[in-house]
């Protein structure tokens, strides 16, 4: 295997790398503080589409991680940049919360339900019957399906939660049109992360904490991959999959000297 370059830029997934439930993760605050003061370009990814990047730096800094604002890139934002070099000035049934529509907004997407140009579904805590419903006879009727991630399930402090792959799941079901997805492990949202950043993808690296996303998805766009053993992967489940990361580390504490 041919050799790397050396690690000029960092990607790191949010929840189970350097959060967890609320708590920052031991390292996490040395590991964010060491790359604010290299100079180095990095970027805090999530797919989760619920927040906008100003609460998420808000819900950041409360947990003494300081992280600017353009440092946070998410699937929502991955989905509005994509949706508007698709079709510029468009339409879109949104089902999904703040981070979604205003991301959308800002891209000088409309909103509707009559004949919208889109179905987009993204992560939220109140997914209804009539909103499901309405989603479902859109597509029938022509709109293009779009969501912002595929993970089947979300933590909490109570468990796991049905999440936008799911969800998507039931809408496919019922009209026989699987979305299209935008975030991890879609390089796509990889690859408009390092342009927005100025980095490239043979000196970067990616930081996660699930095999099927972010270590998929740093492997996709050509960069080095670390996976952390506190999130979602355990260790034994690691040879499941038909990839490996570039090294498997216990917690984002064993790579604060990486940078």
Not at 208 to 232: N, P, Q, Y
């Amino acid at each position: 295997m041919a050799e790397r370059k050396p690690i000029e830029s960092w990607l790191t997934d949010m929840d189970g790398v350097l959060i967890h439930e609320g708590v920052p993760i031991p390292g996490a605050e040395e590991f964010v503080r060491r790359l604010r003061e290299s100079g180095m370009p990095f970027l805090v990814l999530t797919n989760n589409s619920i927040y906008t990047r100003r609460d998420l730096q808000a819900r950041l800094t409360r947990m003494g991680l300081e992280v600017p604002v353009d440092a946070i890139w998410t699937s929502a934002l991955a989905t509005a940049q994509f949706l508007d070099s698709q079709r510029p000035g468009g339409s879109a049934y949104v089902i999904g919360e703040a981070g979604l529509t205003t991301a959308l907004h800002d891209v000088g997407y409309v909103l509707s339900d009559v004949s919208p140009d889109y179905v987009v579904l993204g992560e939220t805590r109140t997914y209804s019957f009539e909103a499901l419903t309405k989603a479902i006879r859109l597509i029938n009727d022509g709109a293009r399906f779009i969501a912002t991630n595929p993970d089947h399930t979300g933590p909490s402090a109570e468990g796991a939660l049905p999440a936008t792959g799911s969800v998507a799941a039931l809408i496919t079901k019922a009209t026989g049109r699987e979305p299209y997805f935008v975030g991890k492990p879609n390089p796509l949202m990889m690859r408009t992360g390092l342009n927005m950043i100025g980095a490239h993808s043979e000196t970067s690296a990616m930081i996660g904490d699930r095999m099927d996303t972010d270590v998929l998805a740093g492997l996709e766009a050509g960069m080095e991959t670390f996976l952390v053993l506190t999130g979602l992967t355990e260790p034994h489940e690691i040879d499941r999959f038909p990839f490996r990361p570039s090294a498997v580390v216990d917690s984002i504490a064993d790579l604060v000297d990486r940078v």
